[in-house]
């Protein structure tokens, strides 16, 4: 059983930084997809960033283009979500989602097909 648990959420002020976690286990596929998801209040779900296994390729979504990395870490099969400058716009409930996948992210984006979601961190911008 495929299981993503997230962890760094809070709050922080205006301008400030904070690295999201997420640790995943029952994972048994050879290339995968892994990213992170953001669904503020009131608005629909959106692709923050994904990392693909095959290629080690990485989508952002223009509002945290420069601002926010993703990476991935294979030894402990955890994405993190480095998160800098951040903006009270980016306050939001933040998923890990994670799903097979062997394509690339060269020149796309997350797209909204992943199958296995953990249960969200809550990010708190204030201004």
């Known amino acids: 059983e495929v299981q993503l648990v997230e962890s760094g959420g809070g709050l922080v002020q205006a301008g400030g930084s904070l690295r999201l976690s997420c640790a995943a286990s029952?994972?048994?596929?050879?290339?995968?997809?892994i990213g992170w998801f953001r669904q503020a209040p009131g608005k629909e779900r959106e692709g923050v960033s994904c990392?693909?296994?095959?290629?080690?390729?990485?989508s952002y979504a223009e509002a945290v283009k420069g601002r926010f990395t993703i990476s991935y870490d294979n030894t402990q099969n955890t994405v993190y979500l480095q998160m800098n400058n951040l903006k009270p716009e980016d306050t939001a409930v933040y998923y890990c989602?994670?799903?097979?996948?062997?394509?690339?992210?060269?020149?796309?984006?997350?797209?909204?097909?992943?199958?296995?979601w953990g249960k969200g961190t809550l990010v708190t911008v204030s201004s």
């Open positions: 990392f693909a296994n095959s290629d080690g390729s990485t």
């Open positions: 029952g994972f048994t596929f050879d290339d995968f997809a």
């Open positions: 989602a994670a799903d097979l996948f062997s394509g690339s992210y060269h020149g796309r984006d997350c797209g909204n097909g992943m199958n296995y």
